[in-house]
C-alpha cells in the first residue's frame, strides 16, 4: 500500500487548495483509493523537518509553497529561506507537483508571463511596478494585482484604472496593504477561461472550462473579485467554442514552464477575442465540488455515483500519475 505524507498548515488555504477541512476532504479520497494518507499540519521549519523523519511515505504532496503563519496572503518567503519544494529536492523526496524552480516562477506572476512572452505564447502585456517606479506610457484600461498573490486577492473594481493617477494610487495601494509590487497588466473585458492540466505522459489530460457568474454579482466590472472566490459563486461549464485553442495555449504553456502533475492555466479573451493566459496556478484548489479542479473534472468524467466519487477519482489520477512519474 503506497503512503502519501500530505503537508498543510496555517497557510494552506492562502497558498495552496484549501483550509484543512478541504486537507482531510483529500485524505479520505487518498485512503478510499486502496492508498493510506497521513497529514503533517506544520507551523514552522522546524515542525516541517520534524515530519518528514517521523513519518514513513513514497511520496509528499504540499498544500504549501513555503512555511508561513500568514492565513491569508501568499507573499514570499523570508531571505534566503528555501521552499518545500527545495527542501524535497534536496532530500531526494518524490513529490506531487512541479519542483521548487517552478513553484517559484508561477507564483512570481511577472516571471510567468516573461517566460511564457519570450516562448511567444499569448499573455497580456504587462509590468511590475513599485511606487517608487516611473509610470510608463501605456493602454488604458489597465488592470493592477499584487505580483505574488492567489484566489483574487487584492482585486476589486479599483483594481481596473483609466489613468496615470488611477494608476499610481493603485500601485500605492498593492505595495502598502500586500508588501509587494504591483502587477500592471493590459485590461482584458472578455469571457474567462480555465484549463486543467492532469498528470504526465500517457496519464495527461487536458480538461477545458467556461468560467461562469451570474452577471448581478458583478460590480463595474465583469471580473474576479476576491469575495467571489471560494464561496462556491463561480461555476465551470462546458466550453463550446475555441476549445482547441485553449488546449492547445495551455498545452504550450505547461511545457514551456515545466508543470507536473496538477496545474491550472486561466485565461481571458482579449478585446479581438483573442485568449491570454493571465495565470497559472501551481497548487489549484481542491475544494470538493466547489474548487475549479473537481468541477471541471466531473464535468469531463461524472460518474454515477455522483460528484464525491469524482473527486476521488479526481485525487487518485493526481497521486497515480505522480507515482508513476517516479516509477513507484
Request: with cysteine; proline share 6%.
Amino acid at each position: 500500500m503506497k503512503k502519501i505524507l500530505i503537508i498543510t498548515g496555517p497557510a494552506g488555504d492562502a497558498q495552496g487548495w484549501g483550509d484543512i477541512n478541504v486537507t482531510q476532504s483529500v485524505k479520505k479520497a487518498i485512503d478510499d483509493s486502496g492508498k493510506n494518507a497521513t497529514i503533517a499540519f506544520v507551523n514552522t521549519m522546524e515542525e516541517f523537518y520534524s515530519s518528514l523523519e517521523k513519518n514513513e511515505f513514497d511520496i509528499a504532496w504540499s498544500a504549501l509553497y513555503h512555511i508561513s503563519g500568514k492565513s491569508e496572503t501568499i507573499g514570499m518567503s523570508e531571505g534566503d529561506e528555501k521552499w518545500v519544494a527545495d527542501i524535497f529536492d534536496d532530500k531526494g523526496i518524490p513529490y506531487i507537483g512541479p519542483d521548487a524552480k517552478t513553484m517559484k516562477e508561477l507564483i512570481h506572476k511577472t516571471t510567468t508571463h516573461s517566460i511564457l512572452d519570450s516562448k511567444n505564447i499569448a499573455v497580456p502585456y504587462h509590468y511590475q511596478l513599485t511606487t517608487s517606479d516611473l509610470i510608463p506610457d501605456i493602454a488604458y484600461p489597465a488592470f493592477v494585482k499584487p505580483s505574488y498573490e492567489s484566489r483574487s486577492v487584492g482585486i476589486s473594481d479599483e483594481s481596473v484604472v483609466h489613468s496615470p493617477q488611477e494608476l499610481q494610487k493603485r500601485i500605492d495601494y498593492i505595495e502598502n496593504n500586500f508588501e509587494q509590487p504591483a502587477l500592471v497588466e493590459e485590461y482584458l473585458p472578455g469571457t474567462e477561461y480555465t484549463v486543467l492540466m492532469l498528470g504526465n505522459g500517457r496519464h495527461q489530460k487536458f480538461l477545458p472550462g467556461k468560467v461562469v457568474v451570474d452577471p448581478s454579482m458583478f460590480g463595474k466590472y465583469p471580473i474576479l473579485r476576491s469575495d467571489l472566490r471560494g464561496v462556491g459563486v463561480t461555476k465551470i461549464e462546458t466550453v463550446s467554442q475555441k476549445k482547441e485553442e485553449l488546449i492547445e495555449l495551455c498545452r504550450q504553456a505547461m511545457e514551456a514552464l515545466n508543470c507536473l502533475d496538477h496545474v491550472r492555466a486561466d485565461m481571458r479573451l482579449d478585446a479581438d477575442g483573442k485568449p491570454k493566459i493571465i495565470e497559472v496556478n501551481g497548487i489549484p484548489g481542491l475544494k470538493p465540488v466547489k474548487s475549479w479542479s473537481p468541477q471541471i473534472f466531473s464535468l469531463n468524467y461524472p460518474s454515477p455515483d455522483g460528484p464525491i466519487e469524482d473527486y476521488r477519482k479526481l485525487i487518485d489520477h493526481i497521486v497515480t500519475s505522480a507515482l508513476a512519474r517516479y516509477n513507484l
